[in-house]
């Protein structure tokens, strides 16, 4: 793949790498909830899948989810699942947003964020239907190429873990108001609710 073709990629990438989703709204949620660096575990775990998700589309996972609609719709109800289970749990944990003098403290470890973050990402049937549509156009007609699959996974998840950085960073700042119960329920409950309305919206969605 040339430089100059590798910076369209770049370019083309920015609107969906940066769109409202609910890795972006975990990323959010996280933030709130935990802090910077707890959102840059979880922004680590939506990279490695979205890595994942490009070498599987350039296995024929893509084209399957493009083609069938069973498989298509298993992936979406287990995905729409898993985020409703977020939502629910997010909404009931208390736990998560308690607060020790000014400052709230981290609940969850790095690796349980990687977790939800990984699964949120490759149970996502949209985002590997916008790579299926989006890598073959930067890839040489002749077929597979493990070394272009691996540029262009790379740089798609580099530039979604810039984004989940960018809030991460952002929204540390936002934390500082979150000193008394109420504030906290209220960001509890409409986080917990965005997450059920993400899975919703999922189950109800089409190719």
Not at 40 to 49: H, M, P, Q, R
Not at 97 to 118: D, I, N
Not at 158 to 182: D, E, P, Q, V, Y
Request: hydrophobic share 55%.
């Amino acid at each position: 793949m040339s430089f100059d073709l590798w910076l369209v990629f770049v370019a083309v990438s920015l609107l969906p790498a940066v769109s409202p989703g609910p890795g972006v709204m975990l990323a959010i949620s996280n933030t709130l909830r935990f802090g910077r660096n707890a959102t840059l575990a979880s922004a680590t775990g939506n990279a490695v899948g979205l890595v994942v998700i490009g070498y599987a589309v350039a296995f024929g996972f893509g084209a399957l989810m493009a083609t069938s609609a069973l498989a298509f719709t298993i992936l979406k109800f287990i995905g729409a699942a898993y985020l409703v289970y977020l939502g629910v749990r997010i909404w009931r944990d208390k736990s998560s947003f308690q607060v020790h003098g000014s400052v709230l403290t981290v609940q969850k470890s790095p690796g349980k964020l990687f977790l939800e973050a990984l699964l949120v990402s490759v149970t996502n049937p949209k985002a590997i239907l916008v790579i299926t549509a989006l890598f073959p156009q930067f890839m040489r007609s002749e077929g597979f190429s493990l070394a272009e699959t691996g540029i262009l996974s790379f740089t798609y998840a580099a530039l979604c873990f810039a984004n989940h950085a960018a809030i991460a960073f952002a929204g540390s700042h936002m934390r500082r108001f979150l000193t008394s119960a109420k504030r906290i329920r209220w960001v509890r409950r409409a986080t917990g609710g965005l997450f059920v309305g993400f899975g919703a919206a999922l189950a109800s969605a089409s190719r």
